[in-house]
């Protein structure tokens, strides 16, 4: 079972330094990973609009889009205000699902999202269950947001098995990992470098969620 991020680690995930790769300074901007991170200007604009970088990807607004560890569901948020309609999230976090957050979801979006992770064998259920999702989905996308970095080396051939089952028979190259690199004790999860995270799934795409870096 992966582990899911307390209040401290989640925090630490959605608001970073404009450079995390340097030093902490007294008085740091601090920016987040949040609504912000999907607006052109985020990180020096690096990524344009994240539909854009997408769609370098052959991401379209007939797409059918599952997004892992949604969290918030910022990213769907994006998509469905860039035309994108098909989209959905999963994540269990209990702090995402804790009422005093309740702040930071939209309602359409938190509508669109289950309360479930990818793996558990119960996910289909979760997903038909919410409103508008046709039975048994066939997804043309998985868009992972930092999820894959929740498990272990153990559970992490069951992730990415979990992550194709879902494309049912698509296209694996529609499979994006976007993906915090790091080093060990970051965090208690799994943090690697671009080059490992690719050596999990070669045939899927790594993206690095703070330089845009694709491995």
Not at 43 to 53: E, M, P, V
Not at 77 to 82: K, N, Q
Not at 122 to 134: H, N, Y
Request: with cysteine; proline share 6%.
């Amino acid at each position: 079972m992966p582990q899911f991020l307390d209040a401290a680690n989640a925090l630490a995930l959605y608001r970073r330094r404009p450079n995390p790769y340097t030093p902490s300074v007294d008085g740091d901007v601090w920016v987040t990973y949040g609504r912000d991170f999907y607006t052109p200007t985020q990180f020096g604009n690096q990524f344009g609009t994240r539909k854009n970088w997408l769609t370098g990807y052959g991401l379209d607004n007939n797409a059918q889009i599952l997004v892992v560890g949604s969290g918030f569901g910022y990213l769907i948020e994006y998509l469905l205000d860039a035309g994108v309609q098909d989209v959905w999230g999963i994540d269990p976090g209990p702090y995402i699902w804790d009422s005093a957050n309740d702040d930071q979801w939209r309602a359409d979006v938190k509508a669109r999202t289950a309360n479930d992770w990818l793996g558990s064998g119960t996910e289909q259920a979760s997903l038909d269950a919410l409103p508008g999702v046709p039975n048994n989905e066939r997804f043309t996308w998985i868009i992972d947001e930092d999820a894959a970095p929740m498990h272990t080396d153990a559970e992490l051939p069951a992730f990415i098995a979990a992550c194709e089952a879902r494309l049912q028979g698509n296209a694996k190259g529609r499979i994006v990992h976007i993906v915090t690199p790091g080093s060990a004790g970051d965090f208690s999860v799994n943090w690697k470098s671009m080059a490992e995270w690719k050596a999990v799934a070669p045939d899927h795409n790594w993206v690095n969620a703070i330089t845009g870096e694709v491995a």
